[in-house]
């Protein structure tokens, strides 16, 4: 193991360790994609599936990343070259962290496209643009906005500036802090929909749909989904997970925390699923009506609502700021791999990274309008961003990430450092070495 843990810094507690990896796990991932995902894919059987591999894959693959990032004390390129350099392995993983890095660039770039609609929001909101003073009624206000090139490249570079302004201007332990205050206001906003979609009449069909499973709407592709949802809602697969691991210390339960976080991000999921159903069907709207299912629903609860407007603007705040906090974790493994392997300062580095991605996502906002023809393999450059990253590259790093740590690692000192008990041990063995490794396998080759 690498002697640098007295020059690498560590969390100053594990409230502050759990405060970061859910800020970059909770986010647009939960309350935008996960809700629309639902829809697309046939809803409660998607949802099982999904919780199956929260459980069964992405679990264990956050305990590795912790793990291996907690053993090699650096950024993931470097802890998979100290790790394997440990193990005698060969030294291609670091591969692993290099995937990493260029997914996450990738994922920012469309990820900061829909920070910027939240924004958008926010703002229509707070005006009352989104009532009726635009004079574009709220079941438009949607398209409206995506047949808006110029607007939505407003949005995406506003949301680009903050995300590259909180990690220039090194004040994320300050956000992170925030993000203590703010989390649970969005669970509490989160609460209010849902008892608002009770008094709608669409409330036992939306609990229906999410959890009574019509099994014949079970195929492959759904599996598929649900199993690269798992992924990126966790930020596996990408090296950040692992890059939070090398600030733990030795004393953290890495288990126990790995619950703590998959759990709220679970709940926060299903609230906002919940949240957003009932609306779909008390205004008899498509429950696969794809990426903008989030933004064309709840203006209509919002318009409803005493103080709707109001509220609604706290609501997109709040899932802004959530969106934020993932996206700086986006930025970082950019950022800090730039820093290492470029003369750029910090300042410098952050900024191509930024750059750099902000000019991908400017061809994943044209998908929507000027570009919407432009299907490279039958996908627009949006949903093929999307695609490439969580149904291939974030499957197979994080399937890279088990599979070192169950086989190549002695299995013995993990075990003891995740503090088993003999069961635990039983179930850590055959779900770190066979489970979740042949579960990715299998959804994954079967789906190709
Ligand atoms: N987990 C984040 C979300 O659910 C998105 C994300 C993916 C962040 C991958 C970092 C890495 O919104
Ligand atoms: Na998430």
């Known amino acids: 193991m690498a002697k640098q843990s007295h020059t690498h810094a560590q969390w100053s507690s594990r409230t502050a360790f ?17 809700p629309y995902m639902v829809g697309d894919s046939g809803g409660a059987v998607f949802v099982l599936v999904y919780l199956v591999c929260i459980a069964l894959i992405g679990l264990p693959i956050l305990v590795s990343e912790w793990l291996l990032g907690r053993r090699g004390q650096s950024n993931p390129i470097n802890t998979m070259q100290t790790v394997s350099r440990d193990a005698k392995k060969s030294p291609d993983w670091v591969l692993v962290g290099i995937a990493g890095v260029l997914g996450s660039f990738l994922i920012l770039s469309f990820y900061s496209v829909v920070g910027g609609w939240s924004l958008n929001y926010t703002w229509s909101t707070l005006t009352g643009d989104l009532g009726q003073s635009s004079g574009v009624s709220v079941g438009d206000y949607f398209t409206t906005l995506l047949g808006q090139p110029g607007t939505l490249l407003f949005w995406h570079t506003l949301f680009m500036l903050l995300t590259f302004g909180i990690v220039a201007g090194g004040v994320k332990g300050g956000l992170e802090r925030a993000a203590k205050w703010l989390m649970p206001l969005l669970i509490v906003a989160l609460v209010v929909l849902i008892g608002f979609g009770m008094s709608t009449s669409g409330f036992g069909q939306a609990a229906e749909f999410m959890f009574s499973p019509d099994w014949s709407k ?48 679970t709940v926060i999921a299903l609230g906002a699923g919940m949240a957003i159903f009932p609306v779909v069907f008390a205004n008899g709207l498509d429950p696969s009506a794809g990426p903008g299912l989030l933004f064309v629903t709840l203006p209509l609860a919002f318009i409803d609502m005493p103080w709707g407007l109001a509220f609604g603007t706290i609501f997109f705040a709040l899932l802004t700021v959530a969106a934020i906090t993932s996206a700086i974790s986006l930025l970082e493994p950019v950022t800090e791999f730039l820093e290492e392997r470029t003369p750029l300062s910090r300042l410098g580095s952050a900024f191509v990274a930024a750059l750099a991605t902000w000019t991908l996502g400017i061809a994943a906002l044209l998908a929507f309008n000027l570009w919407s023809g432009f299907q490279p393999f039958g996908f627009n450059v949006f949903d093929l961003l999307d695609a490439l990253t969580s149904k291939l590259m974030l499957p197979l790093t994080g399937l890279a990430a088990i599979v070192f740590t169950a086989w190549f690692l002695d299995s013995e000192d993990v075990k003891r450092e995740l503090g088993l008990g003999p069961k635990g041990r039983v179930v850590w063995h055959y779900v770190s070495r066979y489970v979740a490794p042949i579960g990715v396998i299998v959804v994954f080759f079967n789906s190709l």
Do not use: C, P
């Not at 990896?21 to 986010?27: E, I, K, L, N, P």
């Open 18 to 34: 759990v405060l970061a990896a859910t800020g970059s796990a909770v986010g647009l991932g939960n309350i935008w994609k996960f």
């Open 218 to 265: 079970l195929n492959g592709g759904v599996i598929l989904a649900a199993l690269g949802h798992a992924f990126f809602t966790l930020s596996l697969g990408m090296g950040i997970m692992m890059a939070y691991g090398s600030y733990l210390g030795q004393e953290v339960d890495l288990i126990k925390t790995a619950r703590t976080v998959v759990i709220l991000d």
